[in-house]
T-cell receptor, first 110, second 114 residues
Framework: NAGVTQTPKFQVLKTGQSMTLQCAQDMNHEYMSWYRQDPGMGLRLIHY???????DQGEVPNGYNVSRSTTEDFPLRLLSAAPSQTSVYFCASGNLGEQYFGPGTRLTVT | GESVGLHLPTLSVQEGDNSIINCAYSNSASDYFIWYKQESGKGPQFIID?????DKRQGQRVTVLLNKTVKHLSLQIAATQPGDSAVYFCAENDGGGSNYKLTFGKGTLLTVNP
């Protein structure tokens, strides 16, 4: 049981490039979410999903897309990276409060 | 203590002492609160939660207190250990719209001195 896994761990992008952050969980959780964490700040919800085929926006969705084709996977796509998207990204799955977080992806956009 | 939306405070304690981490929230409609622990380089880890129909909940070495009158939440850690050193976040949900949206505070850095 691997829990929540995220790839890659680190990524450097140039402005305008696109990429997908991968997230997978093997706990059969219906709820999954993506957060970003900026220095000295708490986590801010980007997008979330309450089941396969269902996604919704969080607090800071602009510049990000998600899809949920399976229960296990919840990828986050950056279509045109901007320096403001430099952050650490966490994926989580579980219930409302007791969410299990992945180890994070540290993204730098230059 | 911290306030959802303000600077990151710090708390330094001696090993064996009790720690109290505070959190103020502004949304009076919030009815569910959670404390998370985040160690350096890792994702947040659930510690304990409390619903608004309670004012106290205890776990293993941790107690969460909720004062709805002044919109204040606290996390008490008994006999603090070096392994408790981390950033602690409170999070809240207002129960309306989506039951899945959490608003996180900015965290309190707890340092335990041996």
């Amino acid at each position: 049981n691997a829990g929540v896994t995220q790839t890659p761990k680190f990524q450097v992008l140039k402005t305008g490039q696109s990429m997908t952050l991968q997230c997978a969980q093997d706990m059969n959780h219906e709820y999954m979410s993506w957060y970003r964490q900026d220095p000295g700040m708490g986590l801010r919800l980007i997008h979330y999903s309450v089941g396969a085929g269902i996604t919704d926006q969080g607090e800071v969705p602009n510049g990000y897309n998600v899809s949920r084709s399976t229960t296990e996977d919840f990828p986050l796509r950056l279509l045109s990276a901007a320096p403001s998207q430099t952050s650490v990204y966490f994926c989580a799955s579980g219930n409302l409060g007791e969410q299990y977080f992945g180890p994070g992806t540290r993204l730098t956009v230059t | 203590g911290e306030s959802v939306g303000l600077h990151l405070p710090t708390l330094s304690v001696q090993e064996g002492d009790n720690s109290i981490i505070n959190c103020a929230y502004s949304n009076s409609a919030s009815d569910y609160f959670i404390w998370y622990k985040q160690e350096s380089g890792k994702g947040p880890q659930f510690i304990i939660d409390i619903r608004s129909n309670m004012d106290k909940r205890q776990g293993q070495r941790v107690t969460v207190l909720l004062n709805k009158t002044v919109k204040h939440l606290s996390l008490q850690i008994a006999a603090t250990q070096p392994g408790d050193s981390a950033v602690y976040f409170c999070a809240e949900n207002d129960g309306g719209g989506s039951n899945y949206k959490l608003t996180f505070g900015k965290g309190t850095l707890l340092t335990v001195n041996p």
